[in-house]
């Protein structure tokens, strides 16, 4: 198998592709933590430039890459598939103390039925390995043929034994309908990170607005834990969007936390309400805006399905929000089972 070399400009940095594999799967295979977020072509957060090189999109033009930016040399790292030697320009995320990227095995020590399609999974590590992590991050659970599904980890770093992971069902989902159906199935895992640029910054003190949609609570969990159970002063305001209320599978834990918190607001938004509900309605986005008239001077996590990403950011700059503390996570279909979503959908028209 001939594999295609891959080097990041200014950098000293290497690694090559399989054939048929994205450049950021190859560059996350080596170690290297390069931005991205919905792994799908939706969200644009793993935009590069293409320096030298040519690349192919087997699955078309990606949405989250313009006309205008194509022209421009940019590619979607996490659809691009090198056809011959490249040379990119795309910035790795690293800090000082940040841990690098690991594999470890896992054991599936239980699981918790949250709601009726969500599960929550909690990992045992070997107690020999460390694994450090920020809160926000997520990991990838390795299947066969190097294929990964991904799942931001609810956990706080400081209490992250078990690992806790909240895994949604996919009808027809190749990893989560087993799992759902017998978790003892899937007892030995493999499991890659700590990835992604999603973490809470400790480097501002300005009130949070944090926004999920759905299993998107996951990374707020563990950043709000980090919050709480480090005594860190915060101002957080959640607000969280479902459907209906039995999806709302944290509600209780949340509303608690929301009458010990001083500085902590609680806000479920369900976009399909029964008529029993008294609580808020519609778009979880739009909730903001409903509270906020101005955005300026706020720290704004967002995480859920790229639609929700989408909206928020844009409407939430135009609230004055500072795009450079406005974080985003977006969560969306592994490339292998959108690629089935697709054909599925293509034989059903």
């Given at each position: ?190 499991i890659e990170g700590p ?131 406005l974080f985003f ?21």
């Amino acid at each position: 198998m001939i594999r295609v070399r891959i080097s990041v400009a200014n950098s000293d940095r290497t690694f090559s592709a399989a054939p048929g594999q994205s450049v950021l799967d190859a560059a996350l295979q080596a170690g290297m933590n390069l931005p991205h977020s919905c792994k799908g072509g939706n969200c644009g957060a793993c935009r590069g430039r293409l320096l030298r090189g040519t690349v192919e999109y087997p699955h078309g033009p990606p949405l989250g890459l313009s006309p205008a930016e194509v022209g421009e040399g940019l590619i979607l790292l996490c659809q691009a598939r090198a056809t011959e030697e490249l040379l990119i320009d795309a910035v790795e995320i690293t800090a000082p103390g940040r841990a690098t990227i690991r594999r470890l095995p896992a054991r599936i020590e239980r699981t918790d039925l949250l709601a009726h399609d969500v599960l929550a999974l909690f990992l045992r590590l070997p107690a020999a390995e460390p694994f450090e992590f920020e809160p926000g991050q997520y990991l990838d659970v390795m299947l066969s043929g190097g294929r990964r599904r991904s799942f931001s980890i609810a956990s706080p770093p400081h209490q992250c034994r078990p690992l806790e992971l909240h895994v949604r069902r996919v009808v027809g989902g190749e990893w989560t309908e087993p799992l759902f159906a017998d978790p003892a199935r899937n007892t030995l895992l493999a499991i890659e990170g700590p990835l992604g640029g999603f973490v809470y910054r400790g480097d501002s003190d300005a009130p949070m607005v944090l926004v999920g949609g759905g299993t998107g609570l996951a990374p707020l969990k563990s950043i709000l834990r980090h919050v709480f159970e480090n005594d860190l002063d915060r101002e957080m305001t959640l607000y969280w969007g479902v459907r209906g209320e039995r999806d709302l599978y944290a509600h209780a834990e949340l509303a608690a936390w929301a009458r010990r918190q001083r500085k902590f607001r609680y806000r479920p938004v369900l976009s399909e309400a029964g008529s029993g509900w008294s609580g808020r309605r519609g778009w979880v986005h739009q909730s903001v805006l409903d509270d906020f008239d101005s955005l300026a001077g706020h720290d704004i996590y967002v995480s859920g399905p790229p639609a929700m990403i989408d909206a928020g950011l844009r409407e939430f700059q135009g609230r004055g929000a500072d795009p450079q503390r406005l974080f985003f996570d977006s969560f969306d279909y592994a490339p292998d089972a959108l690629e089935r979503h697709r054909r599925t959908a293509a034989t059903r028209d």
